[in-house]
């Protein structure tokens, strides 16, 4: 028998989340991470995501090798092999469970960290990274980790909650980020500390007031703590 999730299940889920051990609390939330990452697409992450699936149809060739970094659940995976078939998938995750989800996904499963990825310089076409870096204690040396592994002319294409600028964004939205931190470990980033290379190669999308940001890189891309050019909140 199926049993239907309640209120307040999902109640729980939110605010009991256990501290400090990121695995662990997304091994507790995998069972109905799907359901809440539709609730983020809806409120404030669809375009960001949008912007990044558009890159992915840019970059995707038949065969390409392509790293589904921080997967969960192998939401962006499946959109991958929706795209382009032959894609050559791996899929990584520091949670079991959330990877478990996926099992459904051809390719190689890793139970692995984005920082310290176990994979050689080089290794693939594309790196995907949906809603992960700002999960992680140092999201620019997760950013850098995908530009190692990517080939020269590969792409790092990646989405993440991130801090509106305005008084009245911020407050808006302080709820919603309340719960994206207390039950997914979401911390909404900060422009100071965005990983972000603006050069020729590289392109940023802000939306929803700054809540959702999407970002595309190349391997001649380094990241280091480095403010946003002004102006470059592009959607909303
Ligand atoms: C918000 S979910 C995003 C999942 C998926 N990318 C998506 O688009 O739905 C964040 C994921 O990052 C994973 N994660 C967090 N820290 C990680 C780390 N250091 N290394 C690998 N995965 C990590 C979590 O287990 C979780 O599955």
Redesign the pocket.
């Known amino acids: 028998m199926v049993t239907v999730p309640s209120p307040l299940d999902d109640a729980e889920l939110l605010f009991h989340a256990p501290m400090g051990d990121?695995?662990a609390l997304?091994d507790r939330a995998a069972y109905r991470?799907d359901h809440f990452?539709d609730l983020w697409l809806r409120l404030a992450g669809a375009r960001a995501e949008q912007g990044l699936l558009d890159d992915l149809r840019h970059a995707l060739h038949p065969g390409a090798t392509v790293l589904?970094?921080?997967?969960?659940?192998g939401?962006?995976a499946r959109q991958v092999l929706a795209i382009e078939p032959t894609a050559q998938l791996t899929l990584?995750?520091?949670?079991p469970r959330?990877l478990a989800k996926a099992d459904d996904v051809p390719g190689d499963h890793i139970i692995?960290?984005?920082?310290d990825l176990p994979f050689p310089d080089n290794s693939f076409d594309i790196v995907l990274?949906?809603?992960?870096i700002e999960?992680?204690p140092d999201p620019i040396a997760?950013v850098a980790e995908y530009l190692r592994v990517i080939n020269p002319g590969g792409s790092v294409l990646y989405t993440f909650c991130s801090l509106p600028q305005g008084f009245f964004s911020r407050a808006g939205s302080a709820w919603l980020r309340g719960a994206v931190k207390r039950g997914?470990?979401?911390q909404f980033l900060p422009e100071e500390s965005t990983p972000w290379h603006d050069c020729d190669r590289s392109h940023r999308l802000s939306t929803h007031g700054g809540l959702a940001t999407q970002i595309a890189l190349a391997k001649c891309c380094t990241v280091a703590p480095q403010p946003v050019p002004s102006g470059s909140v592009a959607a909303q």
Do not use: E, N, Q
């Open positions: 990121v695995g997304y991470y990452r589904d970094a921080g997967c969960g659940t939401a962006l990584l995750d520091l949670s959330m692995g960290s984005v920082l990274s949906g809603w992960v999960t992680v997760a997914f470990a979401g």
